[in-house]
């Protein structure tokens, strides 16, 4: 089946330096990703979608100069959060929508960020 | 817009007995609703969804859910829990018209006891 590798699956970084995360889609198309935030024993938080070669659309009270999306390709697409701080820990999930499957949505393992 | 409410932050059942885990859905076209399990410091994994075909949806695992239009419902049941099936479970439905991001509820954690 579908298959989203995210990398890395745990990062530490100091408070103040930038943090990128890679989804890609291993053997499939994703026209659509998504991004999504979530807390201990909460539900996700959709962050932003980015379609690939367009600009990403960032949910409201999302900060699209802090979380950089970029989906340069049809199987990859980058998350960086930049100019991190201890309230930017947290567990980042991408998702890939399949273009061959309109309802088909594969999450990557997901990647905990602690900022120290 | 589209939401989905969870019903119950906690289930605990014993090993062998019957799961349910509550979904209600409001939405003003017909749903495509969506049954994932998070288990810790992972991804999320497809038990099933539907998608305006068959009410009663079979999944992996045992799982199984029912779109009831009239109770606005899609619960999600397994005849017999098994231990490995302690997890946290979400109900999604599509967002329509909203670039089909889909729409979690707050989750449900299930616990199995021996």
């Known amino acids: 089946g579908a298959v989203v590798s995210q990398h890395p699956s745990r990062v530490i970084c100091k408070s103040g330096t930038s943090v990128k995360i890679e989804c890609r889609s291993l053997d499939f198309q994703a026209t659509t990703m998504f991004w999504y935030r979530q807390f201990p024993k909460q539900s996700l938080m959709l962050m932003a979608t980015?379609?690939?070669?367009?600009?990403?659309?960032?949910e409201q009270g999302v900060e699209k100069d802090k979380f950089l999306i970029n989906h340069a390709s049809l199987t990859l697409s980058t998350l960086t959060v930049t100019s991190a701080h201890p309230e930017d820990s947290s567990f980042y999930i991408c998702?890939?929508?399949?273009?061959?499957?309109?309802?088909?949505?594969?999450f990557g393992s997901g990647t905990r960020l602690t900022v120290v | 817009a589209q939401s989905v409410t969870q019903l119950g932050s906690h289930v605990s059942v014993s090993e062998g007995a019957l799961v349910l885990l509550r979904c209600n859905y409001s939405s003003s076209v017909p749903p495509y609703l969506f049954w994932y399990v998070q288990y810790p410091n992972q991804g999320l994994q497809l038990l099933l969804k539907?998608?305006?075909?068959?009410?009663l949806v079979k999944g992996i695992n045992g799982f199984e859910a029912e779109f009831k239009k009239s109770e606005t419902s899609f619960h999600l049941t397994k005849p017999s829990a098994h231990m490995s099936d302690a997890a946290e479970y979400f109900c999604a439905v599509r967002g329509y018209n909203q670039g089909g991001k889909l729409i979690f509820g707050q989750g449900t954690e299930l616990s199995v006891k021996p």
């Open positions: 539907y998608t305006s075909a068959a009410t």
């Open positions: 980015s379609n690939e070669g367009s600009k990403a659309t960032y």
């Open positions: 998702s890939a929508r399949d273009v061959r499957e309109r309802d088909g949505y594969t």
